[in-house]
């Protein structure tokens, strides 16, 4: 009997490790074909998936670099979201601060404002966001469009119009997320810092800031791959045409030259572009993925 | 102390408050307002029609393809994740027996999460756009390449009606699972291991194990994943944009359509009134499905308790 489980536990063991092994395998699988494909030559390509690059063809990267304007993509990228993660971070602790530790008036609603904007999907304000940011509903944004020489386009296809737009979306997630983390400091380091003659701002960029780190930490690389992912926000309010396409981000870029007949003919080239668009996410994610998981799933876990 | 109180919050909330009123509640509110008129943009303002743009909608052939699909992914999304998840979750967490009274993973689990998980980091388009070489209806597609070393004819997975949605939802699954099983093992993590052990004493094989202690007192966190992936299946746009026939446009012939594909659709056709609608049809849709599920779902969590 005893000899029956255990040899029943070593058939189930090994079952497990083969499904393991099977997804794990489907996740490498599409990526490595896809590194591999990008060194190789057309006839590579179009002999079979199975061959093997005879050499490192950088050249085929370096197209996608410059041709197909992948580097200009990936700088407007790390521009873009790299300014808007910052913005949110730095306006969400604020308003998070304040809306959990200061008794005023409106508090509450305020707070209420901000939190049920988790329930509203982005598409349910995509049309009118357009004609916010070309200035034709909100006309400040019409200044600030010819301040910035965007002419009579208001915010619409710059990356300032983005990069506010991004804030403005990711503030309810990183506000309830904040929020709840401030009101579990400590009251009691915060009426010493006051006692000690420190102002409102003191206390807050000088101890409660600091204090607050791990939720600042987390709900950064949240904002920052959520940023970094998104797509529709780019495809509704930079629109394409020879004039902005300069403008473009990674995600638009990469999905434009996968259906741009230019391109079509050089699949080195995309398989290149691919490679280039995920291997930055691939390494900061082994270098960091305790962070990063525990960064993604906060919201679900808490 | 109180010096200064009022400024002080004023100047911290200002800026937030106008973003979000003027980039985020003003547009969320004019959309419903724009459903009920027929609008092309700039500079003739838009006409008051009712709900007009309502009846043609539920008229509309392109509309009632994307509802059924949407259903579908409701069911199938979150199904086959959850499915897949839970079982991988619960290998890498329990599936290893016990040693010195500790449950444990099987052999190599640390590296396993950080393979499952990773699709999660990369932007789900580019990933898409990944999938699109690797459904390539020629022979240098790696599904066809698959299939050629197995000896079997070459496929157009997207090109054909009837396997093109189920192609996409692929590519969905494959990036979701990991989320699922780093959030499944977090809270498998906090099941005591004394509940293992009592049930272990009482000779419950690993798979009585699985569905009598880990599956119900996993309830609610199912019920958090059942609500997240039902919203994405209602937010499902990149996808279909990049890997339907038909330019994205939810080919081929409608088979892959959503509704935020339908939206964008009519936006870049100037219907921007009807665009509205759609995006107020697919707001109410998704709160709808999150309110009855929390109900549904919240009953049943109390019978186990």
């Known amino acids: 009997m005893k000899t029956r489980t255990r040899s029943d536990i070593r058939i189930l063991s090994g079952l497990s490790h083969l499904a393991l092994a099977f997804w794990a395998i489907i996740i490498i699988g599409p990526i490595l074909w896809v590194f591999l494909s990008s060194f190789k030559s057309p006839e590579e390509i179009f002999s079979s998936p199975w061959t093997i690059p005879a050499e490192l063809r950088w050249d085929n990267w370096v197209r996608a670099w410059n041709t197909a304007r992948i580097g200009i993509y990936m700088r407007n990228s790390i521009i873009v979201v790299g300014i808007s993660t910052i913005g949110t971070m730095l306006l969400g602790s604020m308003a998070a601060y304040v809306l959990a530790r200061y008794r005023f008036v409106g508090n509450r609603f305020i707070y209420f404002l901000f939190v049920s904007g988790l329930a509203f999907p982005i598409f349910l304000a995509l049309v009118p966001l357009f004609f916010v940011l070309n200035g034709r509903d909100f006309t400040p944004f019409t200044w600030l469009g010819h301040l910035i020489g965007n002419g009579d386009q208001g915010l619409l296809g710059t990356h300032t119009g983005l990069i506010l737009t991004y804030i403005a979306w990711s503030l309810p997630f990183t506000i309830f997320f904040l929020s709840a983390f401030f009101k579990t400091l400590p009251t009691s380091v915060a009426e010493a810092a006051l006692i000690d003659g420190a102002g409102h701002y003191k206390l807050f960029f000088r101890v409660m800031l600091p204090m607050a780190k791990p939720g600042l930490i987390s709900v950064g690389i949240f904002n920052l791959i959520g940023q970094w992912a998104q797509y529709l926000l780019p495809l509704y309010l930079i629109p394409g045409g020879e004039d902005t396409e300069a403008k473009w981000l990674l995600t638009q870029g990469i999905a434009s030259i996968s259906t741009s007949a230019g391109f079509k003919s050089d699949w080195e080239a995309l398989f290149a572009a691919i490679t280039i668009a995920i291997l930055p996410m691939i390494i900061i994610y082994a270098l960091m993925q305790r962070q990063i998981q525990a960064g993604l799933t906060a919201g679900a876990i808490k | ?305």
């Open chain 2, 1 to 305: 102390m109180r010096h200064g109180r009022y400024p002080f919050i004023a100047s911290f909330l200002a800026l937030p408050v106008l973003l979000y009123a003027v980039l985020v509640i003003y547009p969320t509110l004019r959309t419903f307002y724009l459903s009920m008129t027929v609008w092309r943009g700039f500079d003739v303002p838009p006409v008051w029609v009712g709900f007009e743009n309502y009846t043609t909608l539920f008229k509309d052939d392109r509309f009632t393809q994307a509802i059924k699909h949407h259903l579908e992914l409701l069911v199938v999304l979150p199904l086959v994740t959850i499915a897949i998840a839970l079982f991988f979750a619960f290998l890498l967490n329990v599936g290893g027996g016990s040693s010195g009274g500790v449950r444990k993973g099987v052999w190599g689990s640390k590296f396993y999460r950080v393979v499952f998980f990773l699709p999660q980091v990369l932007a789900i388009v580019i990933v898409g756009v990944m999938f699109q070489t690797v459904y390539r209806s020629d022979n240098t597609g790696l599904i066809n390449g698959i299939l050629d070393v197995v000896g079997l004819a070459p496929t157009a997975l997207l090109v054909n009606k009837n396997t093109a949605l189920w192609a996409i939802m692929f590519v969905a699954v494959w990036q979701a699972v990991g989320f699922y099983v780093v959030l499944f093992s977090a809270a498998m993590a906090s099941i005591p291991a004394e509940i293992y052990e009592a049930a272990e004493l009482d000779g419950a094989t690993r798979i009585s194990l699985f569905f009598r202690v880990t599956l119900p007192l996993l309830w609610d966190t199912l019920q958090v994943a059942w609500v997240y992936l039902g919203i994405a299946a209602f937010d499902f746009f990149a996808l279909v944009n990049v890997l339907a026939q038909e330019n994205g446009y939810g080919g081929p012939d409608g088979a892959t359509t959503m509704l935020g594909v339908e939206l964008y659709y009519n936006f870049t056709k100037s219907k921007l009134g009807y665009a509205s609608a759609i995006g107020v049809v697919l707001f109410f849709l998704t709160l709808t499905f999150a309110a009855l599920t929390l109900r549904v779902t919240r009953r049943e969590s109390v019978e186990y308790q």
